[in-house]
């Protein structure tokens, strides 16, 4: 069985003081089933403004978990090439969300993180390492049809939980399986290449526990 091991680089926000920030308006892209980026970091008073660049298919955001709604906003029917009504996040915290059309068929999540309004900087890799990304069973290779592949994400130092989001750039299905303190077995689905949808090649991934994200690549062809 072959292994394909990926390199990370971590990093972890620690306050280093605080500052008075401007509010500001961040706009999420909703391309086919997926939330870029994500997750994603605003300050204390920022908006966030939804926008759908996919044609042809209705999206919301919604926030809650494992896809019912919480009632904190709901965007309502966001329709293609339009955005949402700006969103204001008021207080600091990890918030989950969704979109009612593909949450149960696409896993269609994201997650809002909500910082206090300081200035960061990154902790040594030490403290939160991203060992390995391994296929467990056929490589990381895309096609002409989607195709399924179960990882094994392992890390040295975290203490990720149930609540732990994963993403991976242009992916738009990773359902963990089991997480552990520090291992994570999720599946993916690889789009298909046909007509452009998926591009092969070195892809972001994220792993977010509340306020503290591991980031990296990975190399999916």
């Given amino acids: 069985m072959k292994k394909f091991i990926v ?8 306050i280093l003081f605080q500052v008075n920030l401007p509010a500001a308006t961040v706009e999420v892209s909703v391309i086919d ?5 994500n997750p994603v970091n605003i300050n204390v008073g920022d908006s966030i403004v ?4 996919t044609a042809l298919t209705p999206h919301t955001s919604t926030s809650g978990t494992g896809c019912s ?5 709901n965007t309502g029917t966001i329709t293609g090439g339009q955005s949402s009504q700006p969103i204001a996040f008021n207080s600091a915290g990890s918030f989950p969300y969704y979109c009612i059309f593909h949450c ?19 902790v040594p890799a030490g403290e939160c390492m991203i060992m390995s990304v391994k296929s467990t069973v056929f490589p990381l290779r895309s096609g002409l049809l989607p195709k399924v592949r179960r990882i094994v994400i392992t890390g ?16 738009p299905i990773v359902i963990p399986l089991r997480v552990q303190p520090t291992k994570i077995d999720a599946l993916i689905v690889i789009p298909s290449t046909l007509f452009g949808r998926f591009t092969p090649g070195e892809k972001e991934v994220g792993v977010a526990t509340g306020a ?3 980031t ?4 999916i062809q």
Avoid at 7 to 14: I, N
């Fill in 50 to 53: 939804w926008k759908n660049n």
């Fill in 104 to 122: 149960a068929l696409f896993n269609m999540k994201g997650t809002v993180i909500v910082g206090g309004g300081t200035t960061t900087t990154t």
């Fill in 216 to 219: 990296g690549t990975v190399e």
């Fill in 7 to 14: 390199g990370f680089f971590v990093f972890s926000a620690v």
């Fill in 33 to 37: 089933f997926q939330f870029q980026p």
């Fill in 156 to 171: 040295m130092n975290s203490n990720w939980d149930r609540s732990t989001a994963v993403s991976i750039e242009d992916i």
């Fill in 69 to 73: 709604p919480d009632g904190k906003w």
């Fill in 212 to 214: 503290d994200l591991c």
